[in-house]
């Protein structure tokens, strides 16, 4: 039955002079007629806002952020409401963006990091920015009024590059990945802004054995999936999501690793809201696992490769993203400066 699944490219988007290196799609578009958006970001120093037209269904440039950023834009993160934009870069810096009307403007720009900022990424209520840095420092930032950003903590522990940070999608635990082959989980112990280490997940608990380079959460957030340097997937899985508040931190546990879908580093994992996640790698391709529910589940969940897309870009594959909406669309970023959107059809 699945294997009549396809995996349709849409539309390939050109624009960007050198490497795109992520993408994000606007949260608060694809629903209640207003059209999707997401941004891109590259090389080339820019950010690109692209917006899908509701009569044809594709994607066109909306405007382009730039002379803002002097070096590579490394990653993107819109904020809940879809109204600021964070973009990070190996200028040291991560810019906030307003949208105005459709005009975007640089209201914010934080700095602090010694060097390449990574990756950004906004909690679910909009109210702490991550970011983090080849400099191995994790900040954690309050949105103040009036676009004013103010750093709380700064978190060291990784030991190398901090490759990506994400916050868990409905508690204020925060989560990051690093060169150093760890993911880390940190918590606000009790007093406001005392962020500690609460969790490493490494090699000694199952944990990869290379550069952890992507995370990210199943729509309930009790399963998180990690892809690595070590041409490994592997998925997680807490127990009491939701149930934390005073309950103390429940810890993260392997619970199985996906080995032999790539040939190349996986650069890219992302959970869609309909349980099915993407993997994006430098062998050019794309692969997408559901739920093994034939299986017994003795050992916890099991993956299956649900489809294979080789070739999906002619370079590397840094980023994969499913879009918000009812029917999900999968975008891709390459190192061949092309973003491309696709359709999983039966």
């Known amino acids: 039955m ?22 994000d799609w606007n949260p608060a578009t694809g629903h209640d007629g207003i059209p999707l958006v ?60 307003e949208n105005v009307g459709g005009d975007f403007e640089c209201v914010s720009t934080l700095e602090g990091h010694e060097n390449e900022v990574k990756s950004v990424s906004w909690n679910a209520a909009g109210t702490l920015l991550a970011t983090c840095s080849r400099d191995k420092s994790v900040w954690i930032w309050e949105v103040q009024p009036g676009n004013e950003f103010e750093c709380v903590s700064v978190l060291q522990g990784h030991t190398q590059d901090v490759k990506m ?37 490494g090699e000694p608990n199952n944990g ?29 899985g807490t127990e009491s999501i939701g149930m934390q508040s005073g309950g103390g931190f429940a810890p993260w546990r392997h619970l199985c690793t996906l080995t032999g879908y790539h040939e190349r580093t996986i650069f890219s994992v992302h959970w869609s809201r309909g349980g099915i996640f993407a993997s994006g790698a430098a062998d ?19 993956y299956k490769l649900l489809l294979k897309k080789d070739k999906a870009h002619d370079m590397d594959i840094n980023y994969v993203q499913w879009s918000p909406g009812e029917k999900p669309l999968l975008a891709s970023a390459s190192d061949d400066g092309t973003i491309k959107v696709w359709d999983l059809v039966s």
């Not at 009549?4 to 290196?21: A, F, Y």
């Not at 918590?187 to 005392?194: I, M, R, V």
């Not at 054995?209 to 340097?229: E, H, I, Q, R, Y």
């Open 2 to 23: 699945e294997t009549s699944l396809e995996l349709k490219e849409v539309q390939k988007l050109e624009g960007h002079t050198d490497r795109v290196w992520s993408l």
């Open 38 to 97: 997401f941004a891109s970001c590259s090389g080339d120093k820019t950010v690109r806002i692209w917006e899908q037209n509701l009569s044809t269904n594709l994607f066109s440039c909306k405007a382009t952020l730039e002379e803002t950023h002097t070096r590579t834009v490394r990653s993107c993160a819109w904020s809940p409401t879809g109204k600021l934009l964070a973009t990070a870069s190996f200028d040291a810096t991560t810019a906030i963006w």
């Open 165 to 201: 940070v994400r916050w868990h999608p409905t508690e204020d635990i925060l989560f990051s990945c690093s060169y150093d082959n760890n993911i880390k989980v940190w918590a606000d112990e009790g007093d406001s802004d005392d962020w500690q280490c609460v969790q490493t997940l």
């Open 208 to 236: 990869h054995t290379s550069t952890v380079w992507a995370l990210s959460f199943n729509p309930s957030g009790d399963k998180m999936v990690t892809c690595s340097d070590d041409l490994t997937l592997k998925v997680w």
């Open 284 to 302: 050019d391709a794309i692969r997408l696992f559901v739920d093994d529910n034939s299986e017994s589940q003795v050992d916890g969940p099991l």
